[in-house]
């Protein structure tokens, strides 16, 4: 199965829905089998975790996907202050080293196009765990899964992505494997500065996705399948002050959730979250960014790094 992938999963770009169909089967499979069985998977393969940015769920999914399928890891979450970068190595540079060492390299960077660079330079397999504002592959592949198991399909449906489009790349991620699939349409919510750019906006919609910007929550329509809340990603700010002005304009909570979700509609963040959803809507059973989410996360990265690594 391996060689269906370009060795490299730095963008969606490249992955037909076939190819997302058998990640998708394959994490199925690893969820039902034994943890021991799981471990001959990847036995004796290495993979390098360089987070250049800060991360709790990507990082500990990835490191636990590998461990799960018996590999190993060296991890490195800030290699800015911790690897020879604090010397000034380059990201050339340091992608050449680690591949001396190791099978696979996962990288999350601040700047977009960063993991194509290091791609591009070595022949093993380059991860994208986020880079900037541009992929969260992995995310989406997650998500993508999240929204394939509870309805059963990923053509004909209506979601709502709500928060920081502009520079969320979960966001953007989840748009582009979205348009891989058929007549899907999404409602984008979000203060207009942080809209999607216009050339996103004809990106996904060249791509075959419907678009549709509202302002207001009480535009959300009738039964989405999904609603996709983000945090504004305050990191992306020169100005604190724009951030703060912005941070909670769209707040997910109960009593939204009582006017506006379907019975089925699926309530997702990729999180972390910062009070854009509120904790009363933690305990309700159409909420899945506290488990069901964080789970897939694990199976979705345990599915690439075997489709990936184990030849
Ligand atoms: C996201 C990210 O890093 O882009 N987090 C994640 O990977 N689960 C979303 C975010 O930080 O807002």
Redesign the pocket.
Known sequence: MSNLFQNDLYTLDSLKPSLIYLIFKQAESLRKSSPTSLLKILRGKLAALLFY?P?S??FSSFSSAMKRLGGQTIEYQNPLQTSSAVKGETIEDSAIVFSNYVDAIIV?HPETGTVKRMADIVSIPVIN??DGIGE?PT?ALLDLYTIWRKHKSLDNLKGLMAGDLKN???IHSLLKGLSKFKSNTVYLLSPKELKLSEKDKKEYRDQGVTLIEITSSSEIPADCHYWYW??V?KERFDDVKEYEKLKLRFILNKKLVNEKAGEKTLLMH???RVGEIAVDVDSDPRATYLDEQLKN?MYIRMALLKMILSK
Do not use: D, F
């Open positions: 940015e991360s769920r990507t999350r765990a986020g969260h995310q969320g790349r979960t983000t945090r990603q990729p999180l972390p996360g």
